[in-house]
């Protein structure tokens, strides 16, 4: 028996009942009549399959590389059923259930946030799309003015931002990630949007939304938090020490949260939300090819993409009625992989040899192995083993991702290097799963004795 086995027996199941409905229609059918035979669709997923296994284990806790997980095989199994009949959410004559199954997920992710009446939002294909939206709208409201986010922002505002022919201004960062204030004050004139990030990439760090607030209300900039990564650590914001940056995260003017990242689904998965619904003006169009059965609002209307696949809201749905946005339901989980870096984290402190560089603010953590001579340039080399040794053993390996910091940075927090490089490498660690709870000791004994040499 595979390990899926009983998740495939529901599929199976309501497969068969999906097909009674299909039946109601007539019995001639396109699946039915295109199927080639049985034998080269077997050979042909063999084939895919050993491809597949050239992938990293994603699935193990020894892998703590960059953000990636399976989805919760529920998700994939709703993915499988409503990708049988392929509704697009698109237009809601795309797919009536899906595109209600979307509203309703939005309505869910709104009062996660706190978003009051006025909303609007959607899902979106990825996080990028769903910030090249809220950046878009930045560019409508303020023509002219420039689109900000701090060095540690995602690379893709920057990207955006000459996708739209706006300006980019690019806020400095200090050694534990906090956005240079006076910069910003400085350049507040030119400001149209200010990109906070609750959860940094890289290391997690969460920006201080309340101070960005601050300075937005008192010189009349927006505010976009490209929550992409940390937008469901909302839910657990009663335990974070950043938590007064999250409460006030319903003052912020448009939201990203990709689900795809921490909401347990399968790529294909990101949102976003305005605070503001009068934000939907900016994508007004008449199109002579849809919308011609129904008067409600259409998914379309108020999203730069066209087509997007109504299975990753099928998906979504059924996976937050068993992981309900609270800390009890999907909180649980990221609890548990907060506590995971925490643990690790207390690890790497009381270990000899090694370094932590800056606490988790969520579940990542960045660290690295002391190298005998205080050089930056050994430091890497020696880190870069550790990397390395990791990807060599299947059983007893690891995997790790690598972090530079700029070494002006890297040396204020740790001055007795030498900057025989211009950037510090360390290693990085995304403790994103529920199974990374309970095998830190093990990961850390793993990577303790890795050769570095
Ligand atoms: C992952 C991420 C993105 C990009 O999202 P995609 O879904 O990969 O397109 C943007 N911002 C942040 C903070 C992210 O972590």
């Given at each position: 028996m595979n390990k899926f086995e009983p998740y495939l027996e529901i599929l199976k199941s309501s497969l068969e009942s999906l097909d009674q409905w299909r039946e109601i229609f007539g019995s001639e059918q396109t699946v039915s009549h295109s199927l080639p035979d049985h034998e080269p669709i077997i050979q042909v997923i063999e084939t895919l399959r050993e491809k597949l296994e050239g992938n990293y284990p994603f699935h193990h806790p020894q892998y703590a590389g960059q953000m990636l997980k399976p989805p919760h095989p529920v998700a994939w199994i709703a993915y499988s059923l409503a990708a049988t009949i392929n509704p697009n959410n698109h237009a809601l004559d795309g797919g009536p259930p899906t595109s209600e199954m979307e509203k309703e997920i939005i309505h869910q992710l709104a009062a996660m946030i706190g978003y009051k009446e006025n909303y609007l939002g959607h899902l979106t294909s990825a996080g990028t799309i769903a910030n090249l939206e809220a950046l878009f709208v930045a560019r409508e409201i303020h023509p002219g003015k420039a689109i900000a986010a701090s060095a540690n922002a995602h690379y893709t505002h920057r990207r955006m931002s000459r996708v739209l022919g706006c300006k980019f201004i690019e806020i400095p960062v200090n050694e534990i990630g906090q956005p240079d204030f006076r910069f910003i004050e400085k350049h507040a004139d030119q400001i149209g949007t200010l990109v906070v990030t609750p959860g940094t990439t890289g290391l997690g760090h969460v920006e201080p939304i309340a101070k960005m607030k601050h300075l937005a209300d008192e010189f009349g900039f927006r505010i976009h938090a490209d929550a992409a990564y940390g937008g469901f650590f909302k839910l657990l914001e009663q335990e974070l020490p950043s938590r007064a940056h999250w409460e006030i995260l319903s003052e912020c003017d448009s939201i990203v949260i990709d689900p795809h990242k921490h909401g347990l689904q399968p790529y294909g998965c990101g949102s976003i939300l305005f605070k503001d619904a009068s934000?939907?003006?900016?994508?007004?169009?008449?199109?002579?090819?849809?919308?011609?059965?129904?008067?409600?609002?259409?998914?379309?209307?108020?999203?730069?993409?066209?087509?997007?696949?109504?299975?990753?809201?099928?998906?979504?749905?059924?996976?937050?009625?068993?992981?309900?946005?609270?800390?009890?339901?999907?909180?649980?989980?990221?609890?548990?992989?907060?506590?995971?870096?925490?643990?690790?984290?207390?690890?790497?402190?009381?270990?000899?040899?090694?370094?932590?560089?800056?606490?988790?603010?969520?579940?990542?953590?960045?660290?690295?192995?002391?190298?005998?001579?205080?050089?930056?340039?050994?430091?890497?080399?020696?880190?870069?083993?550790?990397?390395?040794?990791?990807?060599?053993?299947?059983?007893?390996?690891?995997?790790l991702s690598l972090f530079a910091i700029p070494a002006d940075l890297f040396t204020k927090k740790f001055p007795q290097f030498k900057k025989d490089a211009p950037q510090a490498v360390i290693l990085r660690s995304v403790f994103m799963k529920e199974e990374h709870y309970g095998f830190t000791d093990e990961l850390a004994g793993r990577i303790f004795s890795a050769d570095s040499d």
């Amino acid at each position: 028996m595979n390990k899926f086995e009983p998740y495939l027996e529901i599929l199976k199941s309501s497969l068969e009942s999906l097909d009674q409905w299909r039946e109601i229609f007539g019995s001639e059918q396109t699946v039915s009549h295109s199927l080639p035979d049985h034998e080269p669709i077997i050979q042909v997923i063999e084939t895919l399959r050993e491809k597949l296994e050239g992938n990293y284990p994603f699935h193990h806790p020894q892998y703590a590389g960059q953000m990636l997980k399976p989805p919760h095989p529920v998700a994939w199994i709703a993915y499988s059923l409503a990708a049988t009949i392929n509704p697009n959410n698109h237009a809601l004559d795309g797919g009536p259930p899906t595109s209600e199954m979307e509203k309703e997920i939005i309505h869910q992710l709104a009062a996660m946030i706190g978003y009051k009446e006025n909303y609007l939002g959607h899902l979106t294909s990825a996080g990028t799309i769903a910030n090249l939206e809220a950046l878009f709208v930045a560019r409508e409201i303020h023509p002219g003015k420039a689109i900000a986010a701090s060095a540690n922002a995602h690379y893709t505002h920057r990207r955006m931002s000459r996708v739209l022919g706006c300006k980019f201004i690019e806020i400095p960062v200090n050694e534990i990630g906090q956005p240079d204030f006076r910069f910003i004050e400085k350049h507040a004139d030119q400001i149209g949007t200010l990109v906070v990030t609750p959860g940094t990439t890289g290391l997690g760090h969460v920006e201080p939304i309340a101070k960005m607030k601050h300075l937005a209300d008192e010189f009349g900039f927006r505010i976009h938090a490209d929550a992409a990564y940390g937008g469901f650590f909302k839910l657990l914001e009663q335990e974070l020490p950043s938590r007064a940056h999250w409460e006030i995260l319903s003052e912020c003017d448009s939201i990203v949260i990709d689900p795809h990242k921490h909401g347990l689904q399968p790529y294909g998965c990101g949102s976003i939300l305005f605070k503001d619904a009068s934000a939907g003006r900016f994508f007004k169009h008449d199109s002579p090819y849809t919308y011609f059965t129904s008067d409600d609002l259409h998914l379309g209307e108020i999203s730069l993409e066209c087509s997007r696949a109504g299975a990753a809201a099928a998906a979504l749905w059924a996976t937050l009625q068993l992981f309900p946005l609270s800390e009890q339901g999907l909180g649980n989980v990221l609890k548990k992989t907060r506590r995971a870096a925490l643990n690790f984290s207390d690890r790497i402190e009381k270990e000899p040899g090694w370094e932590l560089y800056c606490e988790p603010e969520l579940d990542i953590a960045g660290y690295f192995k002391t190298p005998l001579k205080n050089s930056i340039h050994e430091l890497n080399r020696i880190n870069r083993n550790v990397f390395d040794a990791g990807t060599r053993s299947r059983k007893n390996g690891f995997h790790l991702s690598l972090f530079a910091i700029p070494a002006d940075l890297f040396t204020k927090k740790f001055p007795q290097f030498k900057k025989d490089a211009p950037q510090a490498v360390i290693l990085r660690s995304v403790f994103m799963k529920e199974e990374h709870y309970g095998f830190t000791d093990e990961l850390a004994g793993r990577i303790f004795s890795a050769d570095s040499d």
